[in-house]
């Protein structure tokens, strides 16, 4: 295979050779331009086909754009095709010869076809050149209005390629509201749905710019809007309802009955033979439920079929994206699926990705009437031949046994793993039983007899030796052999080339002689000396504190190597509720995949460096100055990005040392560390700028950005509830405390309300999210802050204004 | 916002691009390197079909030997990208008449690129109906029909019919015989311990129309389902006839069918597109009748010998049989000599697949032939512990059998002319991963 880089520049023999052959095409193409000749339309075809074949495969065929559009004179449609397919392809690098376009796209404009006229609008906003925009306003006016939907359809594509071009020639033109006009009005449903598009994308890239721009947005999700789509979602294409479903998860029902009858509504769309459109309205069901707990159960069982289905039926890539959904629901609520286990046992010839997902999801939906069968299952993965596989079995199998129940069974198997002689079986089991032991001491002793037999020749991996050591340190006083094992790995000291074996090895030498002093202590010498040798830091630190801890007091040292320990009740989850709950507003996107909201994956700031910046430095999207960083540092930067997710989240809360230590570096890469300097202890008393000012479009910005400061639930009085009838008695009541509302709605009983406040005198603002229901009585509180430390404060003083509420 | 595509690239196996079509310009015009790169030269190619790279993220799937490839800087819907793909490439096969592969892209590139154009505009899917796009995509290329000449009658029709509401069918349909053909075609999938307990099972099903009818058609279709049965005699007051009954676990329609209907009648009614179609599947967990029971023993004599025994029974009718049956039974990867006995069928041992491979042409009901074989292997120190029994996979079909006991209990075609319709109707049950652990 030729080096993909080069592949353009070093075609394969059946490819031309270079200037040559364009030439020849070149003269080829001159010869029939003006020719009317009957039989030249067949020769020109050949000609076309040669050119966009070149184009294809990334060969330079830009320096024939003025001979193409000479031969575009034609009637032949598919002649017509090609050249509007190559003016759009190179239109951009030659803007003054794209001016040649523009003449006879504007008379096919006006052709008595619609399909050439559709044909040549479309083509003429693809030509992506800043400077013709002024040819485009009244060929899209037409458009809009043609009496062919066809036509209009393209247009309303055609006016969101202008605003990409030009922003402020699409709105200059007046073109949004022709677009909602269309949208409100057209008997056709594809143009209603294009127009949706077009909105959509418009009115969120303008946000930032303009004041209307969140207010139109926000009339795409109002009542009337939303039930225009409802009532025809029947006869919009697949595609199209995929996309008003979507609209319809950001609309807020005003209460219940509207819930129950858009879900009735809606209902049959989960029998649609498109997969997309039923995890659409999953979606749709999910959000609208979320406030009524036994509801949103009920949806689980509802939608539990069609999804099943989805995962057996088509392709592995259609299953894969499926089961990642579920996969998410599985996660939050494991008993809907528990009985349901079966379908996610494994099939010998489904691809890996499928089969891990599967894997993970048996794990989540184990309890305690499905574990031994479950485990029994995963016992059959552990053999199979693809390895990756067999590992992730086997630690399915140890998730289990930390999460619950019938522990007795799965030891067993556990321990039969350890004997089943194959070495990466044996290395993944080891690393489970230290886990386990650490959950649950009272196993040590059937476990230590078989971990006692394995030799620890057998154990190569370092992840399994560190294992492997740990417990001949923490258990020596069981192992007969302990210190003797111990003594031939030290003996091996050099030939350990995993740092972390090695400092595992330091301290279970120790754990030992504090237990066994006579049989250990040349062991220990000999581990010291090695350790204090060793060219890597932390070994060498980390003998070294030994070795004088030791000479200052062993019963000290013994404290502080081996102290009692406490059995791990609950293993640290990964990631925190909160970017769950990020990910489960994301459903039926990217985010699901990748399990991470997309904030971390879209906005360059959280991104971090491209992974390959320096290899694909043209890459339209990266940063240029990330390529500057010298490469070190990207490594750095990877293993950062290695971390969980929440373990950054914890970094960047905590003011400690550590953070200190890493943010020179982290800034220096430009990750999005939020400036949080030393800050002074937050004064006790909070005041509050009553003439605070921030745009729209920046509180949703910085809403996206901050993380989650608190998060509370407050209850209220009786008499703010009576006070409550409408949002806007809050906001006043609010704003006497300096804590202003910069969106509110809903009705009785669910009140949304955004606030935001800001720092007296300092430009430090304060973001808060309050879902009120007045029938539970209760306040769900969501406060986001620039300055972390004065968080606190601020809800306490969020909590006292609003218990002031309603009392006169 | 659902997809908006920015890129849809058709590679081959090398990494040449076939086609490439760039829908925005928020991706750089070399994402194909990147993908090339980064995914296609790398082990990760088989491991997950969705990847970020730089910022972008590729979706590809592989059909026969072609990547297709869709770029994306957004966080896009991956399901509806996934399906468009494989709308995508239903439409092209029905352009090409069956094969989508290197080849038949290759010589019919100009018309993928018209299709591109057509079934997505700046990354929003379009119109992927066939029905529709072959009125003015003609596969000759040839000037749109409603073109040629601009006065002539089908233009404000076909026209309507490019984007209108009822878009899978045409007006104005006429044929001679009006016949209506009704496949029933269930794939049964089986995981079977080592013990001969049934671990999983179901079956997916679908069924396929064939519809030559005239004018406008109204159809109405009755299965043997329970929730349709019982329906029905609530509405017509009268008790429910006895007979086998079947429990849909959960079905999903073509969107002809009139889903409102659906759900207050149980009744499928729909006006069926022209031509060949799906018109619904359905899965089926409770309730399954396998065709097939396989019991293996698989002894391992020695280090160097093993003695495989494997009897197949036919569980179906006497009177049916089943065809192009396929047993895969496994051998270690070292197998040297191989010698069979076995009562019907052919029987051979496969190096390339590491498996004994029994064919039966025409495998009656009610019959249980056996394989016996001993298999030799090459002693070797290394090999012999890895040896990890993978399953036996079977492969079959059998005519008018379904695995569910599904049955059409009707098929009503209404027109305004009251024309005859003659209905055919066929069930077949395949194997779809049927597999016996041993």
Redesign the interface.
Known sequence: MAPPAQSQRSPSPSQPSGKSELSDLKLQLRKFAGSRAPGVDDSKRELFKKVISYMTIGIDVSSLFGEMVMCSATSDIVLKKMCYLYVGNYAKVNPDLALLTINFLQRDCHDQDPMIRGLALRSLCSLRVANLVEYLVGPLGSGLKDSNSYVRMVAVIGVLKLYHISASTCIDADFPSMLKHLMLNDSDTQVVANCLSALQEIWSAEASRSEEAPREREALISKPVIYYLLNRIKEFSEWAQCLVLELITKYVPSDSSEIFDIMNLLEDRLQHANGAVVLATVKVFLQLTLSMTDVHQQVYERIKAPLLTLVSSGSPEQSYAVLSHLHLLVMRAPYVFSSDYKHFYCQYNEPSYVKRLKLEMLTAVANESNTYEIVTELCEYAANVDIPIARESIRAVGKIALQQYDVNAIVDRLLQFLEMDKDYVTADALVLVKDLLRKYPQWSHDCIAVVGNISSKNVQEPKAKAALIWMLGEYSQDMQDAPYILESLIENWDEEHSAEVRLHLLTAVMKCFFKRPPETQSALGAALAAGVADFHQDVHDRALFYHRILRYNVSVAERVVNPPKQAVSVFADTQSSEIKDRIFEEFNSLSVLYQKPSYMFIDKEHRGPPEFADELGNLSIGEAEDNVVPSQRVEENDKDLLLTTAEKEETRGSTGHSQQASFGIDDLLGLGMPAVPDAPPSPPQLKLNAKAALDPSTFQQKWRQLPVALSQELSLSPQAIAALTAPQALLRHMQSHSIHCIASGGQSPNFKFFFFAQKYKESSNYLVECIINTSSAKAQVKIKADDQSTSQAFSTLFESALSKFGIP | ????ASAIYLLNL???????R?Y?????G?????F???IM?TKEL?????R??????F???RISNVYIVIV?????????A???V?EAVALFKSYFGGAFDEDAIRNN??LI??LL?EIM??G??????PEILKL?ITQE????P??SK?SDKP?PNA??Q????V?WRREGLVYKKNEVFLDIVESV?L?MSSKGSV??C?V?GKILMKCFLSGMPDLKLGLNDKIGLEKESQLKSRPAKSGKTIEL???????CVN??R??SEKTVSFVPPDGEF?L??Y?ITEGVNLPFRVLPTIKELGRTRMEVNVKVKSVFGAKMFALGVVIKIPVPKQTAKTSFQVTSGRAKYQASIDCLVWKIRKFPGQTEPTLSAEVELISTMAEK??W????I?MEFQVPMFTASGLRVRFLKVWEKSGYNTVEWVRYITKAG?Y?I?C
Do not use: W
């Open positions: 916002m659902p997809v908006a090398r990494g040449d691009v076939l086609i490439n760039l925005r310009d928020d991706v750089g070399n994402m194909v390197d990147a090339r790169m980064h030269q088989g491991t997950c079909p969705v970020q790279i730089g910022g972008c993220s979706f590809y799937m994306v800087s957004s966080n896009a819907n991956v399901a509806c996934f399906k468009f494989v590139f100009v690129y018209e154009d505009d700046f929003y899917p379009q119109n992927l109906s003015y290329g040839v000037r749109s409603f073109s601009p233009v026209t309507l490019v984007t209108g509401a878009g999938n995981l671990l999983r179901d997916t676990d959960d079905v999903t329609f073509h969107q889903l409102t659906f759900n799906e619904m599947k899965r512990k890895s990890t029994r993978p399953p996979q991963s597999e652990r």
